[in-house]
């Protein structure tokens, strides 16, 4: 039996890896190919899918593939897995096999620096494949180099794999792009029913991604970031930090004009000193919006949107948890910003009155009036002792 061996995270399992499995296999001409899910990579730091979802996902991936059978070796032994040890328990489990172990380009170049390579070398041969084309070169060089070495089996094939890897797939289900052309289908919706790489956010992602610039996109998640690490210090609902984060500029896109024109649209009445601080609303739409049209009708996340630019008197702990992450939120760069980042991991309050305070100062500095909820909020506080 000629038995290949395909390890990989997978996590998650993409396009990429099917085709090269597949690859893999013809060329390689295998009988059959144990496809094994690491415990704990050696090289890298372990993900935060389960053991089990990652397991379940390269069973969906690799189902369509002949000869192709889930190994689960590695994972049930956990740990840091080392291929040598491996492919002793394959050696001593089918002695009668000949081993051809599956190598990436960087992973056949680096090679003769894993743990043990002279006892790898000597229970399998290593089939090593090109990743563009322009590297086969350095690819013929590291099999002279095993053979002379170690006396490896070494086959270097030529082959083109979509440029694709499990971390961009993760970005992009990160920042709400389309995943979906990178995976096969059935992990798709793996994913989605069981929620993994925060996908229950992910249709909020989209949808903000394709309202806003790129720039307000980027702030948006970093808000959201933001806004989930205070709640988590603080002790508020991280969820809903995290979607009140993200959804807090939902309307911005939308001119100072095209604010009006939204309310009167859609009946929103705006008080007098509203339409006197037009960069207001477009935190009374977004909350309109956030509820109306996105449906979400939670009233914490509704009103952390709604008071994120004013704050207000009584401002509540996710409201100032949104307030304090839109100045703080790591893609801000005015001079302070790293004081006022500090500052709010320690103490929300302070923060938020002094961030109140700055806005309060710079407005009356330009001539510009200033909230009736701001200055509400900062009497509030003033009379609490802040100062
Ligand atoms: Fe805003
Ligand atoms: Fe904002």
């Known amino acids: 039996m000629r038995t290949g061996i395909f390890g990989g995270t997978f996590d998650p399992p993409h396009n990429g890896h099917v085709a090269a499995l597949r690859e893999f296999a013809e ?74 172990l599956y190598t990436g380009s960087d992973m056949f170049l680096s090679l003769h620096t894993w743990y043990k390579p002279e006892r790898i070398l000597a229970l399998c041969s290593v089939a090593a494949f ?29 082959f083109s794999p979509e440029v694709i890897s ?3 797939v993760r970005s992009l289900l990160e920042t709400g792009g389309d995943f979906y052309a990178y995976v096969p289908k059935g992990v798709a919706e793996y994913i989605e029913t069981r929620s993994l790489y925060g996908f229950d956010v992910y249709p909020i992602k989209k949808t903000l991604r394709e309202r806003l610039s790129e720039k307000r996109f980027s702030h948006s ?25 993200l959804l807090h500029d939902i309307t911005k896109n939308l ?90 991991l320690r103490d929300l309050d302070r923060a938020l009155f002094e961030g109140m305070r700055w806005i309060i100062e710079d407005k009356r500095k330009k001539g510009e009036p200033v ?5 509400e909020m900062y009497d509030e506080y003033i009379k609490n002792g802040y100062r």
């Open 27 to 100: 060329r390689c001409r295998l009988d059959r190919v144990f496809v094994i899910p690491t415990g704990v990579p050696p090289h890298k730091n372990s993900g935060t899918t389960s053991d089990k979802d990652r397991l379940e996902m390269s069973k969906i991936a690799f189902s369509g593939i002949q000869g192709a059978m889930l190994c689960d070796y590695e994972i049930k032994k956990g740990g840091k897995s080392y291929t040598v040890e491996t492919l002793e328990w394959l050696k001593e489990k089918f002695p009668g096999d000949s081993l051809v």
């Open 130 to 158: 090109t990743r563009t084309g322009d590297d086969t070169d350095a690819l013929l060089k590291q099999a002279d180099f095993l053979k002379e070495k170690y006396g490896a089996k070494t086959e270097v094939y030529p």
């Open 166 to 168: 499990s971390s961009s």
């Open 221 to 245: 998640l970093g808000v959201a970031k933001t806004a989930k690490k205070l709640a988590s210090l603080y002790g508020a609902d991280g969820k809903k930090a995290e979607i009140a984060g």
């Open 255 to 344: 001119g100072p004009e095209e604010q009006i024109r939204f309310c009167k649209e859609n009946g929103i009445e705006l008080t007098e000193d509203d339409i006197n601080s037009p960069q207001v609303i477009h935190a009374v739409t977004g909350a309109w919006f956030i509820k109306n049209r996105l449906g979400i009708t939670d009233a914490d996340i509704v009103s952390a949107a709604r008071y994120h630019t004013t704050g207000r008197k009584g401002i509540t702990l996710l409201e100032k948890i949104i307030y304090v992450s839109d100045f703080t939120e790591p893609t801000r760069d005015y001079s302070d910003v790293d004081y006022y980042r500090e500052l709010s």
């Open 371 to 375: 909230h009736k909820d701001t200055l």
